[in-house]
Every structure is written in C-alpha cells, then in structure tokens.
C-alpha cells in the first residue's frame, strides 16, 4: 500500500485528507454530543463516514477523480448544512473547504462549487452581524477561490510540464526509456483484448558516423531518423528512443504481419531519404509479437533478441521473434 501511494499522487492526496478529515472533525461531533447538540453532532459523523467510504472506494477501484469529486461534495454540502443550521461558527470551516476542494478536484469543478457555498452561506443573514460583515465575508470568499484557482493552475502547468521533461527525450522529443516502460505496463493488461508488436530498430555502423563525423552529425542523423519514422508510424503507435541509436516502436493492435509490412515501408524511406556525411544509412529491426501471460520485459527480450539476429545476419533487414522455438527467424 506504501509503494501505491508513493506512485500515486492523487490516492495519497485522498487518503491524508481523509485521515486528516477523520482526526479533525470526529472529535467535534463527540463534543456535540457531550453537550447536547445530537443532530449536529450526527451530521459530523455522517461527514466523516461519507468521506470514508469514499477513500475506500479510490483505494478499492483506483478511480481517484470519481472519489475525488464526491468528498469535494461532502464537505461543501456539509460546510453549508453546518452553517444554515448552526449559524454563525459555521462560516469558519468556508475557506478551508474552499481550497480543499481544488486539491480533491477539478478546477472548474472546485470553483463552481466555492461559488455555491460562498452564495449559499451569503443568503443566510442570520450569520452575519452587520451588512459590511457579509460583504466582506463575500469579497474575501471570492478572493480565495480566486487566488487557489491560479496557485492550482500555476502548480498543474508546471507538473505537466515536469512530466514532459521526466518522458520525452530531450534530443528527439520522443518517448524515454522510463515512459516505455510505464506504457508498456499498461498495454500489457490490454493484450487479452487487442494484439499488439513490438519492433526495436537500431541504425546500422552508427558508431563509425560518431566516429568519422563528430557527435553534432551523429545527432542530427538521429533527429531525422526519429522523424521518419513517426512519419511512417500509425497515428496510435509510440515511439521511444532506448538508448543510443535504439529505438522502440509499440504497434497496438497491429499483428506481426501487419508491422512487417510496416517496417519494411519504413526501410525503404530510410533507404531512400537518410543520409549522414558519410553516406547513406539504414536501420535493422527485430519484431516480437505479444503473447499471452507473458511478461513484458520478456516481450521486450524477444525484439531485442530478434534485433540481435537481424544485426548477424548482415543488418538492414527485419527480423521476426519466432512463434514456436522462441528463437528469431527472417522476414
């Protein structure tokens, strides 16, 4: 459970606020009792329970947003039944409720709710000693959504932003090793339902344009590579660079004959159109095609292997996992 909330940032984020929710209201509901007040007393509890269950439910089902925005609910609702019941103590839960409910959230969603409960708890006169008190329990209401909002949007600009750069490679603007993996993760719990190919692609004598010509040429083959094929590629295929001049295509729903066809399209481009100063290159490609029950790093073996193959077998070919044996065999 520790190394789930360490990878998700939004189940964390519900589970302390439920924890944190549970420590800090229960005890007031218990106070409420103690003197009397049951039905507020009741509706503390009913608060805590809701939000919960609704943490049970994220940890259950992993739907983090649906639970999110149901505790936004909760505490707004509550915050608002507190305050047309009870009066004027109630005001002093709004505002933290207010940006509570960006962290819990979408944007758009916490401000229409901070909206409603500003106007809600605004309608109710009793609360309020004077007319300048309710205007400035108003202005300051709007202020905090306002200003949450924009911390809110300024800290999601900047996470994306963040997960970009921890993705992408920074010279191809392809995918990175570490979000292969992630994806492939991913697409390995659909492979019952949709077939899927990998195919690693590794330019051929790289080295010697490293060698000859200086790194800036080896990148910039690099940089044309990576754009030739992802103008070959599917719209839903993804491209990420391994290593060095390895790349990996994931072809979802594409069976191995199909990204054979596909690779070899892909070959004759590569033949036709990339060039380094020392003359024209081309590519070698091992394909492995997914297969039932089996791990991903052992699918992503089998290309690597067939890569291997296609690389002793004289380069610039495509080299297919083989279905039987396990070992690799020519396309």
């Known amino acids: 459970m520790w190394t789930r909330l360490k990878g998700d940032f939004d189940l ?20 409420r009792f103690a003197n009397g007040q049951y039905l507020l007393g009741l509706v503390d509890l009913a608060i805590v329970a809701a939000i919960g269950a609704a943490v049970v439910h994220a940890v259950r089902s992993g739907n983090t947003q649906r639970a999110g925005f149901f505790m936004a609910i909760v505490i707004n609702v509550g915050c608002i039944v507190v305050t047309l019941m009870f009066g004027r103590h109630g005001l002093m839960w709004v505002y933290p409720v207010i940006v509570i409910s960006f962290f819990l959230t979408r944007r758009v969603y916490a401000v229409l709710l901070g909206a409603c409960l500003i106007a809600i708890c605004a309608f109710d006169a009793r609360s ?17 959504v306002l200003y949450t909002c924009l911390f809110a949007w300024r800290t999601g600009t900047q996470q994306a932003r963040l997960q970009i750069l921890a993705s992408r490679d920074p010279l191809t603007n ?18 019952a339902r949709s077939e899927s190919t990998l195919a690693m692609l590794d330019l051929d004598h790289f080295k010697e344009v490293n060698d000859r010509h200086g790194h800036e040429a080896g990148d910039r083959v690099l940089v044309q590579f990576s754009a030739l094929v992802l103008q070959t590629m599917r719209r839903q295929d993804r491209l990420y660079r391994y290593g060095g001049e390895e790349f990996v295509l994931l072809m979802p729903g594409c069976s191995v004959v199909g990204a054979q066809a596909l690779m070899a399209r892909l070959q004759s481009t590569v033949r036709a159109q990339l060039r380094s100063p020392g003359g024209p290159v081309s590519v070698s490609i091992g394909l492995a095609e997914a297969r039932a029950g089996e791990d991903w790093s ?28 396990g070992g690799a065999k020519a396309a």
């Open 12 to 31: 964390a984020i519900l589970v302390i606020f439920g924890g944190c929710a549970g420590l800090a209201i229960t005890p007031f509901s218990f106070f």
């Open 298 to 325: 052992r699918w992503l073996a089998r290309a690597d292997a067939a890569l291997y193959a296609a690389k002793r077998a004289g380069r610039d070919r495509v080299v297919v996992s083989g279905e039987e044996s």
């Open 128 to 144: 309020y000693v004077s007319r300048l008190e309710l205007v400035s329990f108003m202005v300051t209401g709007a202020l905090v």
């Open 174 to 191: 392809t995918g990175n090793r570490r979000l292969l993996e992630v994806e492939l993760d991913e697409v390995s719990t659909e492979r």
